[in-house]
């Protein structure tokens, strides 16, 4: 069901941008998460979020709250976005980029920005990217790995620590088969099971128990066995053989696991978690599937990170009730997304930038419930950055599509039988009306579904649900709950004056007053509902003035279902000493 979606804010100040990684253990590590759908219609690179730096490659810097299409990219099959430039790796084994460039990090000979895609120079036979902060890695066929961008913390692992704007080898590494990029650090994890880790180390996030950072691969303490690794911000993550996570590195909002907030340089076990195929490292905390497709997180849950329900954090693992049935997640610095067995995308966490996909950028800063992506269907991977999220969903048939309503309008008090007309609407399992979810519906046909609306207020979006998706957002599916009860007026009030201490009993005459549900006095410090709202006739009323903060004029309005009284000298009351 539709979660809560919150309005909020939170100081990050010196906090690093972070991104997501999921990596399925039959999957090569450093690619999106991925996972095997029916196909329908042709596969699209759909993304959505923040745009300062042009990573949406759409050649602006407008961001966007809702998934769409990138254009001039064609068989994509997986990106890595740090939040300042992202890549995208292309089925022939290529690799294009776009966004910021300061250090190089695009890989294509120079430190200019792009905001449309460009290749990484001489690069070919690519099977995994990953994206730092403002560095990137490559994973190449024959098991060697390269690296561009900055390297102030030895992050390309080159050992020179000099920036390059393109791609180097990282000493050392062959045989790999999964690589990932944190914050100032990248993990190589071998074919034997054994992972290697690089750059800086303040946190601990090498996992070698140093603490001192390295330009060149070393070995991460005491793992073996491992089939997957995911670098958050400032911490790492291991999936072992037998369905356990280890994890090292920062640990102040609790992303470790281990049931305490105490860094730790080496791999400690994340507690109560077996049967894991997928790991997912995010910002500030962490994201595991079992092999049933139940999610797991844990770590900072301030803005709803962790989708349970709540923004706490926590320090061992929690299980998320409002989504079963999940093949890939993807954890980034805030948000998080989860692609369903059916193809579905859904999405939880921070949505200051648009990074939920749902369309309302701003408005709603965070959901601590998984909502689902509109507009996006039959989706084949899934991958969050910084403040984005990126998804390959089809562009063709499969996704619900609403194109008209009739009737488009009904009372507040709902019960309007509506007829909902579209595509692909036949296998529809909820519709709602803006948030709320309608009691009960029948499908007439595949283009039809027949519908009461429920109880709300203003204008709202229709949208219907299926397995393979949502519909997208459009004007062709508003509705408005239209009231046939005009808005009440206030044309007096009687005493005009009372103390600041408030308990003064007011007559209020006007038009349309009979239905009030509150009365509010409005001054320059705020508002105050009054108190005995007691309705005498549809022209007079009584209420009872509330305290004020100080003395000083105020303006009362009425509301009732027809709308809210306009604010006028006729309703003016005097607070006084």
């Given at each position: 069901?539709?979660g809560?979606?919150?309005a909020?804010?939170?100081?990050?100040t010196?906090?690093?941008r972070?991104?997501?990684?999921?990596?399925l253990?039959?999957?090569?590590?450093?690619?999106?998460?991925?996972?095997?759908?029916?196909?329908?219609?042709?596969?699209?690179?759909?993304?959505?979020?923040?745009?300062?730096?042009?990573?949406?490659?759409?050649?602006?810097?407008?961001?966007?709250d809702?998934?769409?299409?990138?254009n001039?990219?064609?068989?994509?099959?997986?990106t890595?976005?740090?939040?300042?430039?992202?890549?995208?790796?292309?089925a022939?084994?290529?690799?294009?980029?776009?966004?910021?460039?300061?250090?190089?990090?695009?890989?294509?000979g120079?430190?200019?920005?792009?905001?449309?895609?460009?290749?990484?120079?001489?690069?070919e036979?690519?099977?995994?990217?990953?994206a730092?902060?403002?560095?990137s890695?490559?994973l190449?066929?024959?098991?060697?790995?390269v690296?561009?961008?900055a390297?102030?913390?030895?992050?390309?692992g080159?050992g020179?620590?000099?920036?390059?704007?393109?791609p180097?080898?990282?000493?050392?590494l062959?045989?790999?088969?999964?690589?990932?990029?944190?914050?100032d650090?990248?993990?190589?994890?071998?074919?034997?099971?054994?992972?290697?880790?690089w750059?800086?180390?303040?946190?601990?996030?090498?996992g070698?128990?140093?603490?001192?950072?390295?330009r060149?691969?070393m070995p991460?303490?005491?793992?073996?066995?491992v089939?997957?690794?995911?670098?958050?911000d400032?911490?790492?993550?291991?999936?072992?053989g037998?369905?356990?996570?280890?994890?090292?590195g920062?640990h102040?909002?609790?992303?470790?696991?281990?049931?305490?907030?105490n860094e730790?340089a080496?791999?400690?076990?994340?507690?109560?978690?077996?049967?894991?195929?997928?790991?997912?490292a995010?910002?500030?905390?962490?994201?595991?599937?079992t092999?049933?497709?139940?999610?797991w997180?844990?770590?900072?849950?301030?803005?709803?990170?962790l989708?349970?329900?709540?923004?706490q954090?926590?320090?061992?693992?929690?299980k998320l009730?409002?989504?079963?049935?999940?093949?890939?997640i993807?954890?980034?610095?805030r948000?998080?997304?989860?692609?369903?067995?059916?193809g579905?995308?859904?999405?939880?966490?921070?949505?200051?930038?648009?990074?939920?996909?749902?369309?309302?950028?701003g408005?709603n800063?965070?959901?601590?419930?998984?909502?689902?992506v509109?507009?996006?269907?039959?989706?084949?991977?899934?991958?969050?950055g910084?403040?984005d999220?990126?998804?390959?969903?089809?562009?063709?048939?499969?996704?619900?599509?609403?194109?008209?309503l009739?009737?488009?309008?009904?009372p507040p008090?709902?019960?309007t039988?509506?007829?909902?007309?579209?595509?692909?609407?036949?296998?529809?399992?909820a519709?709602?009306?803006?948030?709320?979810?309608?009691?009960?519906?029948?499908?007439?046909s595949?283009?039809?579904?027949?519908?009461?609306?429920?109880p709300g207020?203003?204008?709202?979006?229709?949208?219907?649900y299926?397995?393979?998706?949502?519909?997208a957002?459009?004007?062709?599916d508003?509705f408005?709950?239209?009231s046939?009860?005009?808005?009440?007026?206030?044309?007096?009030?009687?005493?005009?004056?009372?103390?600041?201490?408030?308990?003064?009993?007011?007559?209020?005459?006007?038009?349309?007053?009979?239905?009030?549900?509150?009365?509010?006095?409005?001054?320059?410090?705020?508002?105050a509902?009054?108190?005995?709202v007691?309705?005498?006739?549809?022209?007079?009323?009584?209420?009872?003035?509330p305290?004020?903060?100080?003395?000083?004029?105020?303006k009362i309005?009425?509301?009732?279902?027809g709308?809210?009284?306009?604010?006028?000298?006729k309703?003016r009351?005097?607070?006084k000493?």
């Amino acid at each position: 069901m539709l979660g809560r979606m919150w309005a909020c804010a939170r100081d990050v100040t010196g906090r690093r941008r972070a991104f997501g990684l999921c990596l399925l253990a039959a999957l090569a590590a450093g690619a999106a998460a991925m996972a095997p759908v029916a196909s329908a219609g042709s596969a699209q690179l759909f993304d959505w979020g923040a745009n300062q730096s042009g990573q949406l490659g759409d050649g602006t810097t407008a961001p966007s709250d809702s998934a769409t299409a990138v254009n001039g990219l064609e068989a994509v099959t997986s990106t890595a976005s740090d939040g300042g430039h992202t890549l995208a790796l292309l089925a022939n084994g290529t690799v294009m980029a776009w966004g910021g460039n300061a250090y190089g990090q695009l890989g294509d000979g120079t430190t200019e920005s792009s905001y449309a895609p460009v290749p990484v120079s001489g690069l070919e036979g690519v099977t995994a990217i990953a994206a730092g902060e403002r560095f990137s890695l490559a994973l190449l066929a024959d098991g060697d790995v390269v690296a561009w961008g900055a390297d102030e913390a030895g992050q390309l692992g080159d050992g020179s620590g000099e920036a390059s704007s393109t791609p180097v080898p990282v000493a050392s590494l062959t045989g790999v088969r999964a690589i990932s990029a944190g914050s100032d650090f990248g993990l190589a994890l071998s074919a034997g099971g054994t992972v290697m880790s690089w750059g800086g180390d303040g946190w601990g996030q090498l996992g070698d128990g140093g603490g001192a950072g390295s330009r060149t691969p070393m070995p991460v303490s005491g793992l073996e066995d491992v089939t997957a690794i995911s670098a958050g911000d400032l911490f790492g993550l291991a999936l072992l053989g037998d369905g356990t996570v280890m994890a090292w590195g920062a640990h102040n909002y609790g992303q470790l696991g281990d049931g305490s907030f105490n860094e730790s340089a080496g791999p400690v076990e994340v507690r109560e978690l077996t049967r894991i195929t997928a790991i997912s490292a995010g910002g500030d905390h962490s994201l595991a599937l079992t092999d049933r497709g139940d999610v797991w997180a844990w770590g900072d849950g301030y803005e709803g990170d962790l989708g349970d329900g709540k923004t706490q954090d926590a320090d061992t693992p929690v299980k998320l009730k409002a989504i079963a049935g999940v093949a890939a997640i993807s954890a980034g610095e805030r948000s998080s997304l989860a692609l369903l067995r059916s193809g579905a995308v859904w999405g939880w966490g921070g949505n200051q930038s648009g990074e939920l996909g749902v369309g309302s950028e701003g408005a709603n800063r965070y959901s601590d419930v998984p909502v689902p992506v509109p507009g996006l269907c039959l989706a084949s991977w899934i991958w969050v950055g910084d403040l984005d999220g990126f998804a390959s969903g089809a562009s063709g048939s499969g996704c619900p599509v609403v194109t008209g309503l009739g009737p488009d309008s009904g009372p507040p008090a709902g019960g309007t039988p509506v007829t909902v007309t579209g595509s692909e609407l036949g296998d529809a399992t909820a519709v709602y009306f803006g948030t709320v979810k309608a009691d009960g519906f029948t499908v007439s046909s595949p283009s039809s579904i027949s519908v009461d609306a429920p109880p709300g207020l203003g204008t709202v979006n229709v949208t219907v649900y299926s397995p393979a998706g949502t519909s997208a957002s459009s004007p062709a599916d508003e509705f408005e709950y239209a009231s046939s009860t005009p808005a009440p007026t206030i044309t007096g009030v009687s005493p005009k004056k009372g103390p600041e201490t408030g308990g003064t009993t007011v007559t209020i005459k006007g038009t349309n007053l009979g239905e009030a549900t509150e009365v509010v006095f409005v001054t320059a410090t705020g508002t105050a509902t009054a108190s005995d709202v007691h309705v005498v006739s549809q022209t007079e009323l009584t209420a009872v003035s509330p305290p004020a903060e100080k003395s000083g004029s105020a303006k009362i309005q009425v509301t009732t279902p027809g709308g809210t009284s306009p604010l006028s000298r006729k309703g003016r009351f005097k607070y006084k000493r």
